[in-house]
């Protein structure tokens, strides 16, 4: 399958098992590969088992980052990269890590990622910008060809329910999803812990996303891809495009030009059908 993942990324060549390598298999993925939700608003089960994601990243459509990393991380195995799943709690549009009783659920996974004799933190499958591999060290940081600064902070203890690690960000607002509009300075993307994740915790957590009425993911359409200098986001019908460091909105009103927007940038084939039942227009 790796042959034919890289054909589908757009890579000529296997990268090196080494942290270049890895930041360039992960940004080739996520340029390529759209991140989206449409199955779950036409009503369809979102499988984890390898083979059903491939049928499906594959081909022109995406997924979101059950599916995504699920996929990475095999890939990673045949590149001589051990890995494994983590869970974690988003907090885009909220304050950050704080009361308990007020924490979003674990319903985001990434991949820990051990590079020669160094742990590493690697995630093809976040919709909400883009966060580039980063060792797992207190304070570690990465710029991404967006301008945005991304930081790594042990935040707790390795027991804290909300999670010892916390991802930032700090940069422009348009490459992102739209949920870090107003925010001034670093602004929290997900917290996680390191424990151990079993098969049925990535089941439980995607079922969780794709079924309860009130998640982002049942709500409304999501979509995003990584451009070669910025971002692209689409919820519901409104497009944003952040791109040569300016930012762009725009409503989409026709059916068909929502199948051309998709298809041309987020490198997803809705059929017209597909497009209808998603009941924008």
């Known amino acids: 399958m790796l042959d034919d993942y890289l054909i589908r990324i757009g890579l000529a060549h296997r990268p090196s098992p080494s942290p270049e390598g890895l930041a360039e298999l992960q940004r080739a993925h996520r340029m390529a590969i759209g991140f989206e939700n449409f199955d779950v608003l036409l009503g369809r089960p979102i499988a984890l088992d390898l083979a059903a994601i491939w049928a499906k990243l594959g081909s022109a459509r995406g997924g979101y980052c059950f599916e995504h990393n699920a996929l990475f991380g095999a890939m990673l195995d045949e590149l001589g990269l051990p890995n494994r799943p983590l869970l974690a709690r988003v907090w885009l549009g909220l304050d950050g890590p704080g009361d308990l009783a007020a924490a979003p659920a674990r319903t985001h996974t990434l991949r820990l990622v051990q590079v020669g004799t160094e742990p590493w933190l690697a995630d093809a499958g976040f919709g909400g910008s883009y966060v580039p591999p980063l060792p797992l060290v207190d304070g570690a940081e990465a710029t991404t060809p967006d301008g945005a600064r991304h930081r790594l902070v042990r935040r707790g203890a390795p027991d804290d329910p909300l999670g010892e690690w916390l991802i930032e960000r700090m940069g422009p607002a348009g490459a992102t999803d739209g949920r870090t509009l107003g925010s001034n300075g670093w602004a929290a993307q997900y917290s996680f812990g390191l424990a151990a994740v079993a098969p049925i915790d990535l089941e439980l957590g995607s079922w969780w ?19 070669p200098d910025g971002f692209a986001a689409l919820n519901g019908t409104r497009l944003s495009v952040h791109a040569a460091g300016r930012s762009e909105t725009r409503d989409l009103t026709r059916p068909e030009d929502f199948r051309t927007v998709l298809a041309d940038l987020f490198r997803i084939a809705l059929s017209p059908d597909e497009v209808a039942r998603l009941r924008l227009f």
Not at 209 to 227: E, Y
């Open 209 to 227: 996303a794709s079924s309860r009425p009130d998640t982002r993911f049942t709500l409304a359409c999501r979509a995003s891809i990584v451009l």
